[in-house]
């Protein structure tokens, strides 16, 4: 059965009190991106971020009962952590047209429901006391598959020279089409740094291997799977990224050590730069994605990032302006490919 939605009217208490929440939302980790066009639906399923038209669905009961004063305090936890879910893909582009590492596949949108999910863990706490609601827990038994595999990619890629809170400011400001990029540059100055040429083409080329060894086939569905299924990914993904680690260490010239005051610093002896190999380990290069497999069923990034959000200046005055509220009628894509967590 094809999943229903009821579009909820902007004058109603759970409309207000969805809007406050995702105001709040963005001002935990502001971003320079709104996408949310003001719509919100209480679906059936499990709802999502429409990537198409910018509306946001959420499970009628854990909308209607969760952003209510409810003693559920599990449900009410549950809504919570899905505002924060939602604002997240909300607040960040998907595509960047003129960057050559871009991803444009579904490997990209499968990441963007992990890197949702772990900003959604990571801010709980925070973000519930803003809220008004103290004294909730997180409910760790939402964690899927995407969350699993996302949170060990980000640990193999922080380190001393980028830490974890870093790295997730910068994942959760997007693009979507770039997080694998800036994964990889996370690798690179936390594990490379030493042997990586400067800023350019060169290193841009040593991103994409790494970028290589993080496209598993099997991302656009950790969104629909268990933590198992995502720990799976990961290991595997991170025997193919300490693979590459390697590959790219032996390959660089020899270093001399030179004594330093702040312990050990390496030295290039004839010094060449690092080119992109032919094969990379884990998946297709970016720059071997036709654009046309952006994102299966998304509009192009370009269209997008070209029309102004009706709402993107945080307002919620465009939706006293929006057409009477449709009941009963399916928002179009509510349900994005790989699904948006176990709402």
């Known amino acids: 059965m094809a999943e229903s939605a009821e579009r909820v009217p902007e004058d109603s208490a759970t409309y207000r009190e969805f ?51 409810t003693p559920d305090r599990r449900r009410q936890a549950h809504a919570l ?10 607040g960040m582009d998907l595509d960047a047209p003129h960057e050559p590492n871009a991803v444009r596949t579904n490997h990209s949108l499968g990441i963007t429901e992990g890197v949702a999910a772990v900003r959604a863990a990571d801010d709980f706490i925070n973000f519930s006391e803003l809220a008004g609601y103290e004294g909730l827990a997180f409910d760790g038994q939402q964690h899927t598959g995407a969350h699993a595999a996302t949170t ?19 994942l959760s400001e997007g693009p979507a089409a770039l997080h694998f990029d800036r994964l990889a540059e996370g690798v690179v100055r936390n594990r490379l740094e030493e042997v990586a040429p400067a800023e350019g083409a060169d290193r841009r080329a040593l991103r994409a291997e790494l970028i290589g060894a993080m496209l598993h ?50 030295q290039a002896v004839e010094p060449t730069p690092v080119r992109e190999s032919k094969a990379p380990v884990g998946g297709s290069k970016p720059s071997e994605v036709p654009v046309a497999r952006f994102l299966n069923d998304v509009a192009p990034a370009a269209g997008a990032t070209g029309k102004r959000p009706s709402l993107g200046d945080g307002s919620r005055a465009a939706a006293a302006r929006a057409t009477a509220p449709v009941r009963g009628t399916p928002a179009p894509g509510l349900h994005p490919p790989g699904g948006s967590g176990r709402d």
């Open 19 to 69: 809007a406050r929440l995702y105001d709040a939302a963005r001002r935990l980790r502001p971003t320079g991106t709104d996408r949310w066009n003001g719509e919100l639906y209480a679906t059936s399923g499990l709802g999502g971020f429409d990537q198409r038209t910018g509306a946001i669905g959420v499970h009628e009961p854990i909308l209607r009962e969760g952003l209510s004063q």
């Open 81 to 90: 952590t899905t505002v924060l879910h939602r604002a997240t893909q909300a």
């Open 152 to 170: 060990n990619l980000i640990a193999q890629a922080t380190g001393p020279r980028v830490d974890r809170s870093e790295l997730i400011d910068r």
């Open 217 to 266: 086939p099997r991302w656009e569905e950790l969104a629909r799977r268990s933590p198992e299924a995502g720990r799976q990914v990961a290991e595997e993904i991170g025997r193919a990224l300490n693979s590459k680690v390697d590959e790219i260490r032996q390959r660089a010239p020899h270093k001399a050590q030179e004594p330093a005051s702040d312990g050990v610093r390496q």
